[in-house]
């Protein structure tokens, strides 16, 4: 820790690799590993099922990975932050719409390889602490992983983000968002 960086007190075990939360004992790791992993609700769409089951059944569906809703296609895409003094990056498995042409390139390209698609413009359908509302991000394909990466457009708040890091009161937002207070001790 740089005691003439950022005020990290109170915020220490973050900055370790074994650390954990003070309030759930959740290892630092799996906090900042939050996946969130439903587009919808199951009363609207349905339990999540596995991938396979895109290409083997009609109308609307989510799986692990993609959602087929209406005229509407989402997949999931990680989105790495840097945390300013920490060895490990946040990294966030958001959901982001795609045209139903770009879906079917992107699902096509992951079932049979070939040409890896061109990052196309994509909008994030999740809400996090940090988007007031749905941002514009490139989706880069990336071959050999699971999940593409999200590339924030030249707009705040999250091209600031991904440029500096995340600040101490960043993580401590984000932390109460997803209902880890560090005042409580477990």
């Known amino acids: 820790m740089n005691p003439d960086g950022p005020d990290w007190s109170g915020l220490a075990w973050v900055l370790k690799t074994d650390g954990t939360c003070p309030c ?10 939050k996946i969130y992993d439903r587009m919808f609700s199951e009363s609207v769409i349905g339990p ?10 009609q109308g609307d569906i989510q799986t692990e990975d993609f959602c087929r809703f209406g005229d509407d296609r989402f997949v999931r895409a990680l989105l790495t932050l840097s945390i300013q003094g ?12 795609l045209s139903i042409p770009s879906f079917e390139r992107y699902i096509l390209w992951l079932g ?16 996090t ?38 600040a101490p009161i960043d993580v401590k937002i984000f932390l109460e968002d997803t209902g880890h207070d560090i005042r409580r001790r477990r």
């Open 48 to 57: 999540i099922l596995p991938n396979a089951e895109l290409n083997a059944s």
């Open 112 to 127: 049979e390889g070939g040409e890896t698609p061109d990052r196309m413009p994509r909008w994030l359908m999740t809400r």
């Open 24 to 33: 759930c004992g959740m290892p630092s790791y799996d906090v900042f590993s």
């Open 129 to 166: 602490p940090f988007s007031a509302d749905i941002e514009l991000f490139w989706l880069v394909p990336r071959p050999g992983r699971r999940w593409s990466d999200l590339v924030a457009q030249p707009a705040p708040p999250f091209d600031k983000l991904q440029k500096n890091g995340l």
């Open 86 to 97: 920490a060895a490990e990056p946040m990294r966030l498995i958001l959901w982001a719409s």
